[in-house]
C-alpha cells in the first residue's frame, strides 16, 4: 500500500499558472489604457482645435460688426444723407429689375386651388427676403385655407399666413366671393434653374 503524504509546511501552488493568467490580465488592461487614454487625447486635442476655430471666428465676426458699426455710423452723418438715400434709391430699383413677375405667377398657379384667384400682388423688400402681400378672392373660408397649405409645402413660399378677411356681395358682373389678405414670404429659384427650365 503507497501512501502520498506531503512533508511541505505550506500547500502546494502553481505559481507559473498564476503570474500567467495575472500577467495576461494586467497586460490586456494595460492595452486598455492606452487606447482610453490615446482615444481621451485624440477628443482633447479636437475640442481645443474646434475651441480655437470658434475664437477665431468669433473674432472675424466681431471685426465685421465693428468695420459695419463704422461704417453705417459714417453713412448715418447728416452730410451723407443724400448719399444714404441714392444707394437706398438704387438697391431697391436693382432688385426691383432682378424680380420676375412671371416666375411668381408661374409659382402661384401650382398652389392656387381651383376655386380662389389672385386680385393683386404686392411684392416688398426686407430684411429676410422678398415679402408677398396677396389678395386672393375664394368662394369660401376653406380655398383660403387649401392655398397656404400647398404655399407651406412649396419650397417657392415661407411662412404663409392669412392677415385679414373681407366679404364681397355679388354684382352684376360676378357671384359673392371672400377675400383673403394673405402675407409670406417670397423666394425665386436662382436664375441658373430658370435658365434651365426655359430651355426644356
Same mark, same amino acid.
Given at each position: ?40 487625447? %485624440? =477628443? ?10 470658434? !475664437? +477665431? ?5 466681431? @471685426? $465685421? ?36 413677375w412671371t416666375q411668381l405667377f408661374t409659382d402661384l398657379e401650382k398652389v392656387m386651388p ?10 416688398? %423688400? =426686407? ?10 378672392? !375664394? +368662394? ?5 385655407? @387649401? $392655398? ?40 425665386p429659384p436662382p436664375s441658373t434653374a430658370v435658365a434651365k427650365e426655359g430651355k426644356k
Amino acid at each position: 500500500m503507497r501512501l502520498n503524504i506531503n512533508l511541505a509546511s505550506q500547500k502546494y501552488e502553481d505559481a507559473r499558472a498564476f503570474y500567467m493568467r495575472w500577467g495576461t490580465g494586467l497586460g490586456l488592461l494595460l492595452v486598455m489604457t492606452i487606447v482610453l487614454s490615446s482615444l481621451a487625447w %485624440s =477628443s482633447h486635442s479636437q475640442s481645443v482645435q474646434a475651441n480655437q476655430r470658434i !475664437a +477665431e471666428l468669433q473674432r472675424k465676426i466681431a @471685426d $465685421l460688426d465693428r468695420e459695419k458699426a463704422a461704417s453705417e455710423a459714417i453713412l448715418n452723418r447728416p452730410e451723407n444723407h443724400d448719399v444714404r438715400e441714392q444707394a437706398r434709391f438704387w438697391n431697391e430699383r436693382i432688385r426691383q429689375r432682378e424680380f420676375s413677375w412671371t416666375q411668381l405667377f408661374t409659382d402661384l398657379e401650382k398652389v392656387m386651388p381651383n376655386r380662389a384667384y389672385v386680385v393683386a400682388v404686392q411684392p416688398e %423688400s =426686407s430684411d429676410k427676403g422678398t415679402k408677398l402681400k396677396l389678395v386672393v378672392a !375664394a +368662394e369660401t373660408h376653406d380655398n383660403a385655407n @387649401d $392655398l397656404v397649405k400647398r404655399m407651406e409645402g412649396s419650397t417657392r413660399f415661407r411662412h404663409p399666413s392669412i392677415a385679414a378677411e373681407h366679404f364681397q356681395p355679388a354684382t352684376k358682373t360676378g357671384p359673392a366671393v371672400v377675400q383673403f389678405d394673405i402675407e409670406a414670404y417670397y423666394t425665386p429659384p436662382p436664375s441658373t434653374a430658370v435658365a434651365k427650365e426655359g430651355k426644356k
